[in-house]
């Protein structure tokens, strides 16, 4: 739920903002609403601290700002999350995947590559996350990081660590970086960071090239490419201080995927590209997209695509088959990929 002006309320509804017909009374009842959301998740908002990120009892996610910062009045914005994470089956019903790439993100899970889910704000980076997640043994020891908890994952040794602002005083503050290097102190089989946005990607890059293997974090970016120039800003920002080629390196041997999602013209949600890093060329990373969104047309908001396989064999292979995980290579043939039914 967006809420812009007290007569302005909106809600997503397949992919698109609509007007909700709910309205408040005035700017001052909205006001009020806010404050008591955000007193019930134990937070404060006022003049001297006018924005506020917090999590509801119910897991819901909310985000509030306030005059003087929010100019026209109070601005609420509200996500909700359902009660059961979405599976990879339902997401190939919906449309979002293709089966081949299902199948190949659930091996990559159980052979512990090290996996970046990239994209826009709001396509749905944490509940893909969240969907592969299902893939993970049970009696892994795994600990995730988040600002705000979202993840929700099963298992018999999760360990869910929660970020904190610092209070009026500005003092009290736990940052993700913190709260990372702690991780690494509680013997993780795996480590999951709901959003890599700053320098706790240097902590990140340490786990998955120090042992950690099957760790996964999202990341806010245009592409897939994009995923990768944005980590190298954010591993300078942790203090890196390394040549360029140096770092691209660094990041090549981290991590194996980049799995890109974007979102379409009609409003649905798609992974757009699964990407190996496959080393580096001289003082640049070497990538390899293996399957793909193909957009072929827009007509009358409709939109017209497919996913396909690009042709390239993955050199991870080999990986999976040591770990007793066998994928048909035919998966990687080039070529259209079959779809599931959209429901």
Same mark, same amino acid.
């Given at each position: 739920m967006l809420v812009t002006a007290p007569d302005r309320v909106f809600v997503e509804r397949n992919g698109k903002l609509v007007e909700s017909g709910a309205v408040f009374r005035d700017g001052a009842h909205l006001l009020h609403v806010i404050q008591r959301l955000v007193r019930n998740a134990g937070r404060r908002i006022d003049e001297r601290s006018p924005m506020v990120d917090a999590r509801l009892s119910d897991g819901?996610?909310?985000?509030?700002?306030i005059p003087p910062l929010a100019v026209d009045g109070p601005q609420l914005s509200i996500r909700r999350f359902p009660k059961r994470a979405l599976g990879l089956d339902r997401m190939v019903d919906l449309g979002t995947l293709a089966p081949a790439t299902a199948t190949l993100l659930r091996a990559a899970v159980k052979a512990r590559l090290n996996v970046i889910f990239s994209g826009?704000?709001?396509?749905?980076?944490?509940?893909? @996350?969240?969907?592969? !997640?299902?893939?993970?043994?049970?009696?892994?020891?795994?600990?995730?990081?988040?600002?705000?908890?979202? $993840?929700?994952?099963?298992?018999?040794?999760?360990?869910? @660590?929660? !970020?904190?602002?610092?209070?009026?005083?500005g003092v009290g503050a736990v940052a993700?970086?913190? $709260? $990372?290097?702690?991780?690494?102190?509680?013997?993780?089989?795996?480590?999951?960071?709901?959003?890599c946005r700053g320098a706790e990607a240097f902590d990140m890059m340490q786990a998955m090239n120090t042992g950690?293997?099957? !760790?996964?974090?999202?990341?806010?970016?245009?592409?897939?490419?994009?995923?990768?120039?944005?980590?190298?800003?954010?591993?300078?920002?942790?203090?890196?201080d390394v040549p360029v080629r140096v770092l691209r390196e660094y990041i090549a041997s981290g991590i194996d995927l980049v799995v890109h999602l974007a979102r379409l013209p009609d409003g649905r949600r798609v992974v757009s590209e699964?990407?190996?890093?496959?080393?580096?060329?001289?003082? !640049?990373?070497?990538?390899?997209? $293996?399957?793909?969104?193909?957009l072929e047309s827009v007509r009358e908001g409709v939109v017209a695509?497919?996913?396909v396989a690009t042709g390239v064999t993955p050199r991870f292979l080999?990986?999976?088959?040591?770990?007793?995980?066998? @994928?048909d290579a035919a998966m990687f043939t080039a070529g259209p990929l079959a779809t599931g039914s959209k429901k």
């Open positions: 819901s996610r909310v985000n509030a700002v826009g704000a709001g396509v749905g980076k944490t509940t893909m @996350l969240n969907a592969v !997640s299902a893939s993970l043994d049970r009696d892994e020891r795994v600990i995730t990081i988040e600002d705000a908890a979202e $993840l929700r994952l099963e298992g018999n040794h999760v360990v869910r @660590l929660e !970020s904190r602002a610092a209070n009026v005083e993700p970086r913190d $709260l $990372l290097r702690n991780a690494l102190r509680m013997r993780p089989d795996r480590i999951i960071v709901g959003e950690h293997e099957g !760790s996964m974090t999202t990341l806010h970016a245009n592409s897939a490419r994009d995923t990768l120039t944005r980590l190298e800003s954010m591993l300078a920002m942790g203090g890196f699964v990407v190996e890093l496959a080393g580096t060329e001289g003082e !640049s990373i070497r990538t390899e997209v $293996l399957h793909r969104y193909e695509g497919r996913f080999a990986r999976m088959k040591a770990r007793g995980i066998a @994928l």
